[in-house]
T-cell receptor
C-alpha cells in the first residue's frame, strides 16, 4: 500500500470554525491532490500541488486553501467551515502527475461533519 | 465540458454471473482512463490504466477495455468479495494529472 496517512480520520465541528486536514506521505512523490466525495457526485478535485510551495486550484476550490511547505505534507484548510463542506475528503499522491503513466494512489479519507 | 458517466449506478449479481460495467467519457483530450475499486470507509484502490482504443488489461476476474468513447469493466464469474463500488476516471491531456471521476457503480455479488 502507498504510504499515505490522513489525519484526523473523523472530525465534527461547528459552522464558522477553522479546520485543517493533513495528508502525510512517505513515498517522496511530487504530486499531491485533495478531493471531496459526496453522495450523487463523483470525486471532485479541490486543490493540487506539483511541488513544494507550488499549488493550484481544482474544480471546487472556493472556501478552501492549501499549503505545502515540505514534500511529505499537504494541508487543506477550511478558513470558516460551512455545512456545505460536510463531506469525506481524500488525499491522493502521484509520482509524476500527468506526464507519465503513474496512477494516483489514495489515502483512506477524513470524514468531516460541520454542524 | 469534460464529463465521465458510469452505468448502471448499482448492479446486483449472483455469484458466478458475469457482467459488464460501462464508463463513457466526453473529454477534450484523453491522456488515460483509470479504473479504481472502493470499499466502504476506504479510499479508492487503483486497478487499471488504459491509454489507447483497443487496449485491454486483466487482473484476476476483471478485464478492462477501451474504445474512443467508452470503457468497459468486465467481471467474469464474480465472487462475493468482488462487491465494491467501481470508479472510472479520465485524465485530461495537458493537465497536471488531474482526474475527472464518474459517480461509480456499486456492485453487489450474492452467494
Amino acid at each position: 500500500d502507498a504510504g499515505i496517512t490522513q489525519s484526523p480520520r473523523h472530525k465534527v465541528t461547528e459552522t464558522g470554525t477553522p479546520v485543517t486536514l493533513r495528508c502525510h506521505q512517505t513515498e517522496n512523490h511530487r504530486y499531491m491532490y485533495w478531493y471531496r466525495q459526496d453522495p450523487g457526485h463523483g470525486l471532485r478535485l479541490i486543490h493540487y500541488s506539483y511541488g513544494v510551495k507550488d499549488t493550484d486550484k481544482g474544480e471546487v476550490s472556493d472556501g478552501y486553501s492549501v499549503s505545502r511547505s515540505k514534500t511529505e505534507d499537504f494541508l487543506l484548510t477550511l478558513e470558516s467551515a460551512t455545512s456545505s463542506q460536510t463531506s469525506v475528503y481524500f488525499c491522493a499522491i502521484s509520482a509524476q502527475g500527468g506526464h507519465s503513466n503513474q496512477p494516483q494512489h489514495f489515502g483512506d479519507g477524513t470524514r468531516l461533519s460541520i454542524l | 465540458e469534460d464529463q465521465v458517466t458510469q452505468s448502471p449506478e448499482a448492479l446486483r449479481l449472483q455469484e458466478g454471473e458475469s457482467s459488464s460495467l460501462n464508463c463513457s467519457y466526453t473529454v477534450s483530450g484523453l491522456r488515460g482512463l483509470f479504473w479504481y475499486r472502493q470499499d466502504p470507509g476506504k479510499g479508492p484502490e487503483f486497478l487499471f490504466t488504459l491509454y489507447s482504443a483497443g487496449e485491454e488489461k486483466e487482473k484476476e476476474r476483471l478485464k478492462a477495455t477501451l474504445t474512443k468513447k467508452e470503457s468497459f469493466l468486465h467481471i467474469t464469474a464474480p465472487k462475493p468479495e468482488d462487491s465494491a463500488t467501481y470508479l472510472c476516471a479520465a485524465q485530461i491531456r495537458g493537465s497536471q494529472g488531474n482526474l475527472i471521476f464518474g459517480k461509480g457503480t456499486k456492485l453487489s455479488v450474492k452467494p
